[in-house]
């Protein structure tokens, strides 16, 4: 009896063991977190943004998915000076899986590229749609997923937006840049009217954190005026040479100089996300789920 006994706490324990496996990884995919990096215009340094932020997390010991959602001027492997072979199109198409065309990078991060064609998964059969779902999914073991989507309003832009827990809003101080960001702020703010967007502010190419911060409190301002809305700022990046001349060579600033001011403000930044991270992550998953319901209409 007593070895009986034995054998069942040992059954036990290992079946407790399996479900604690089960549920950690229920709760890993859960809680992916999911932040969409866009612009109200072209040229403040977006992707840029997106492609070191992605290795600062990183260096922190996360891992990390880059996704480059800009479908148009896709640009992310040109900084991480990468040709991809494949992209999210041969996985619509069923030719290739989602870990196929994942790109290793030397920086600690993994690199999707996009596709031009992507919008044909508004028409995809309940089969193609349900493979590409289940392709997609299996990204849930990142902790963090960054998508750099495209500047401007475009209806794919706001596909992306309305589906990420998160969207960080990057703009420069020049007046069309200020007057672009707040335009793509109530864009997002009016047209997703089925959730709440968690909106956060960068500002690129400053002279001074001073100056950062006015621009940011400027737009907060007339934000919370005319649109009701509160949106967050996290923080600055100087205007350096380095950040050009990196970009030249096709290389990330934080690589490149890993003490420079560019480099060090983009870390405090993230320490801030970092201190910001929302109690609930809605994961991959719901994260599809929301992005093809705004496909397709839903």
Avoid: W
């Avoid at 006015?214 to 967050?232: N, P």
Wanted: proline share 3%; glycine share 8%; aromatic share 6%.
């Amino acid at each position: 009896m007593e070895e009986q006994a034995e054998g069942l706490r040992e059954l036990m324990a290992e079946a407790t063991v399996a479900q604690e496996q089960k549920t950690k990884l229920a709760h890993r995919d859960h809680n992916t977190r999911i932040i969409a990096v866009t612009s109200g215009k072209g040229g403040v340094g977006k992707t840029n943004f997106a492609v070191n932020m992605s290795i600062a997390y990183a260096q922190l010991g996360k891992k990390v998915i880059l996704i480059d959602g800009d479908l148009g001027m896709a640009n992310v492997n040109v900084l991480l000076n990468i040709v991809p072979q494949y992209n999210l199109m041969h996985v619509i198409n069923k030719k290739k899986t989602m870990k196929e065309i994942i790109n290793d990078t030397e920086f600690g991060i993994k690199f999707v590229a996009g596709a031009n064609g992507f919008s044909k998964i508004a028409n995809l059969s309940v089969e193609e749609l349900e493979y590409f779902a289940n392709q997609f999914s299996t990204l849930g073991n990142a902790d963090i997923i960054i998508i750099d989507t495209g500047a401007g309003i475009a209806n794919n832009v706001l596909q992306f937006v309305a589906a990420a827990d998160e969207v960080f809003v990057v703009t420069t101080p020049e007046p069309t840049a200020i007057t672009d960001a707040y335009g793509i702020i109530k864009i997002i703010t009016t047209e997703i009217v089925d959730r709440t967007v968690d909106i956060k502010l960068i500002v690129n190419r400053v002279h001074s954190p001073d100056e950062g911060k006015r621009i940011a409190e400027r737009i907060i301002t007339i934000v919370g005026q005319f649109l009701s809305y509160k949106v967050e700022y996290l923080g600055c990046i100087p205007e350096d040479p380095l950040v050009q001349a990196a970009v030249i060579r096709q290389k990330p600033f934080i690589i490149v100089n890993p003490t420079s001011k560019p480099a060090a403000y983009l870390r405090h930044i993230v320490g801030r996300i970092e201190k910001t991270e929302p109690e609930y992550n809605e994961g991959v998953s719901n994260f599809l789920k929301k992005f093809l319901g705004k496909k397709s209409g839903r």
